[in-house]
């Protein structure tokens, strides 16, 4: 009949149909979120525009450290019956924390002791620490900190310049401190200086005065490199992403502590200067006497070179106390 | 041939293939008979009956082949839609994971080189999970591969910056520290913005195809299917004697009870679905999402000892995840239990009793914290069970499909048996 080739081609149509739409719809692809490629300009910090002279200028102590410890300066540590200090947890070699003791330990936290030894001097050696209440701060927080009174002290790499005098008061320097180079070993005899970076890369923490310093002292064709701080430098240096760092020699020798493929060239120049004082509030500086009578016994008896010599030495070779420098009213 | 009862005596006979045949005018109408009635008596009433046969046989089998082909795609859809949720519940399962990971890792960095063995074996195995879900999620949805391909990159990337992390630590260096960090950053940025991407496009997929059926395109089928089967009964009553054809009723109510029933199970099937939407498939989503947000403040409970941060800057992340906790979880007391814990860890850390912190935070808060782990986590296994074993007990929608077809191919026969019937009382 004919009607039955018409008929079973309408069938096929249907079933065709049916096979196109069973085909299976596709769902759309999920979207992989891009990466932000921020290439953002790295924040430099701006110049230092005080001039006050020479800023490591410091309140000269007018008596022993006996005669100072019972004056108005430690009058609230004592009635406390602690010191408050503002520390680095994190910086090695300066302050940072022994994992199986769980002491703080460094050569910032020395000071710290000192200090504290001279202002209880009743307390024994071993648990001057019962008298201190460590306090860890970031280096964002080392004026807010005393400004609000938070702690008495910061003694955290803080370098003493015009401009923080401004906020607050500083303690004579108690290492002079300044800026070098570290590099992986094989490149520690090419390199004795920043410019001997060409062709390197370095970081720098963003916004540091190590960041601006790098850069203007850099060849043309070092590339230079941030990153959010240093021991984060050092992390991009294990993985092969830069060949140098810069920072304070102190900060340096840290790092290279951790590393023995990270190496500060011997006999290095520091390109900047960075005197290193022991922070107090700026409403204290019978304190400041205080600290820098400490400073001036510590020279004496020896303890200041027993400290460098077992934590610095090492790494950056032999120093001496620095000079005090007296004169601010 | 056989003349059709009623007609008189033989008018001229009209030729059997072409136009069709001119009423027959010439004829004088007998008395008794209109003039519609007269045109038909012109007809050729077999060819009529062939066409009529031919239209509604094709129109069941069409109606047969179609209802058959929309449950089949129902079906289809509750699979998907089976698929889907648990590729849902797969990728939310890789972000806890992950989670957990890095809230042991965290945790194991406190205890430095003396971390528990089944701490370690715990971040291992959560890992391994991660990877493994990896893979059968990739597997399971191609449209998600391009993106997991990526979120495996930054597993790896989290992975050996924690052990890198671990050995800086064992060494007593900080820049173990800065490892972490790293760690962290990689988890909570790349990883998540991936995360994020594949729980959006699945909970997208897997909502849209909870609907599966759609009974309305069965009836609306069925309703013109009947209609005409009505149209065809009437041309045929018209011309005999018999009002209702029964063939013809025979095959409109096979396809409107076959219709009806499938009708029904597919809203049943969709109300169930929009239960499920609300109760169980909202659960194993929530409770998800908060054992991640759990994990992720267990973490940053242990990142703020290591980083030995105090004051509340230092708590906002664990409060911006402790918040997205409290809304999405079932198990509040359960969470409370571990948040009392936690809150002694603050006191501690904040009063300056560092040791007790740490003590307290990987003793009694991870007892603590592990507890309401393993509960949340069952929550979700319980809830997405219950889904998926309903989406996928869908069985009898197929074999509705096949009945929809053969309900077609019987309508199909019912109505050329009927047709014939009449044709025979033609003979």
């Known amino acids: 009949m004919r009607t039955r080739p018409t008929r079973s081609r309408a069938v096929l149509a249907a079933l065709a149909l049916a096979g196109t739409l069973l085909a299976g719809c596709g769902y759309d692809a999920t979207m992989v979120p891009t990466p932000e490629t921020a290439a953002e300009e790295p924040s430099v910090p701006p110049p230092s525009t005080q001039d006050c002279g020479d800023p490591t200028r410091s309140y000269a102590p007018d008596g022993t450290v006996a005669q100072l410890r019972d004056g108005r300066g430690t009058r609230e540590i004592e009635r406390r019956n602690r010191l408050v200090v503002g520390i680095s947890a994190d910086s090695y070699l300066l302050g940072s924390r022994d994992p199986i003791s769980g002491d703080f330990e460094g050569f910032d936290i020395d000071m710290v002791r000192a200090v504290a030894r001279a202002i209880f001097p009743l307390t024994a050696a071993e648990a001057i620490d019962d008298r201190i209440t460590y306090r860890v701060i970031t280096a964002a927080d080392r004026i807010p900190a005393l400004e609000s009174g938070r702690v008495d002290l910061v003694v955290r790499n803080f370098s003493i310049t015009c401009d923080r005098w401004e906020q607050i008061a500083f303690s004579a320097t108690y290492y002079e401190s300044g800026q070098q180079v570290l590099v992986i070993s094989d490149l520690a005899d090419a390199v004795d200086g920043p410019e001997d970076l060409g062709g390197l890369r370095v970081c720098a923490p963003d916004g540091t005065t190590s960041l601006t310093n790098i850069t203007d002292v850099a060849p043309e064709d070092a590339e230079i490199v941030t990153a959010a701080n240093h021991t984060d430098c050092l992390v991009r240096l294990q993985n092969g992403e830069v060949e140098a760092i810069t920072g304070d020699d102190t900060v340096l020798a840290g790092l290279s502590a951790q590393d023995p493929y990270a190496v500060v060239p011997a006999g290095q120049e520091s390109f900047s200067r960075e005197p290193y004082g022991i922070g107090v509030s700026a409403d204290n500086p019978d304190l400041v006497r205080l600290v820098n009578a400490v400073l001036e016994q510590s020279r004496t008896d020896g303890t200041w070179e027993a400290s460098y010599n077992q934590w610095l030495r090492p790494e950056l070779g032999p120093a001496t106390q620095p000079q005090p420098v007296y004169g601010r009213e | ?427």
Not at chain 2, 217 to 229: E, K, N, P, Q, Y
Not at chain 2, 262 to 275: D, K, L, M
Not at chain 2, 349 to 366: E, P
Not at chain 2, 403 to 411: D, E
């Open chain 2, 1 to 427: 041939m056989t003349q059709a009862p009623g007609a008189t005596s033989a008018p001229a006979r009209p030729a059997p293939a072409g136009p069709p045949p001119a009423a027959a005018p010439a004829v004088a109408a007998p008395p008794g008979i209109d003039a519609a009635q007269a045109q038909r008596l012109g007809e050729d009433v077999p060819r009529l009956l062939n066409r009529l046969q031919v239209g509604a046989v094709a129109l069941c089998l069409v109606f047969g082949v179609l209802a058959g082909l929309v449950q089949l795609l129902a079906w289809q859809g509750s699979g998907r839609a089976a698929d889907n949720t648990e590729q849902l519940v797969r990728v939310q399962a890789i972000e806890t994971s992950l989670y957990r990971a890095d809230a042991l890792a965290t945790n194991a960095y406190l205890s430095g080189g003396l971390e528990p063995a089944e701490q370690r074996a715990a971040y291992e195995s959560a890992i391994e999970q991660v990877l493994a879900d990896l893979t059968a999620a990739a597997e399971a949805q191609p449209a998600d591969r391009e993106a997991l391909t990526a979120l495996a990159g930054e597993v790896n990337r989290y992975s050996t910056a924690i052990t890198q992390a671990r050995d800086g630590n064992r060494q007593g260096y900080p820049v173990g520290k800065a490892y972490l960090a790293e760690a962290g950053t990689a988890l909570r940025g790349e990883a998540a913005a991936v995360l994020d991407a594949l729980v959006a496009a699945n909970t997208e997929r897997s909502e849209e195809e909870l609907q599966a059926h759609h009974p309305v395109w069965l009836v609306v089928l069925a309703v013109l299917v009947v209609l005409g089967l009505w149209f065809v009964n009437r041309q045929l009553a018209q011309r005999f004697h018999r009002r209702i054809n029964l063939g013809i009723a025979v095959a409109a109510g096979v396809v409107l009870l076959a219709t009806l029933v499938a009708a029904a199970y597919g809203s049943a099937r969709n109300g169930t679905a929009e239960e499920l939407q609300a109760g169980a498939f909202r659960t194993a989503v929530e409770e998800a999402e908060a054992r991640t947000a759990a994990n992720d403040a267990k973490a940053q409970e242990s990142k703020r000892l290591i980083n030995r941060a105090s004051g509340q800057t230092a708590e906002e992340p664990w409060l911006a995840a402790s918040a997205i906790v409290r809304d999405n979880t079932t198990r509040l007391e359960n969470w409370r239990f571990y948040v009392e814990v936690h809150e002694r860890v603050v006191l501690a850390d904040d009063d300056g009793r560092y040791d007790d912190a740490v003590q307290l935070a990987t003793d009694q808060s991870t007892s603590a914290f592990d507890q309401y782990d393993e509960i949340a986590a069952g929550e979700i296994d319980q809830a997405s069970d219950e889904v998926t074993a309903e989406l996928r007990s869908r069985g009898f929608s197929l074999v509705l499909a096949v009945l929809l077809l053969l309900a077609g191919l019987v309508a199909s026969g019912a109505v050329a048996w009927g047709i014939n019937q009449r044709r025979r009382e033609y003979a």
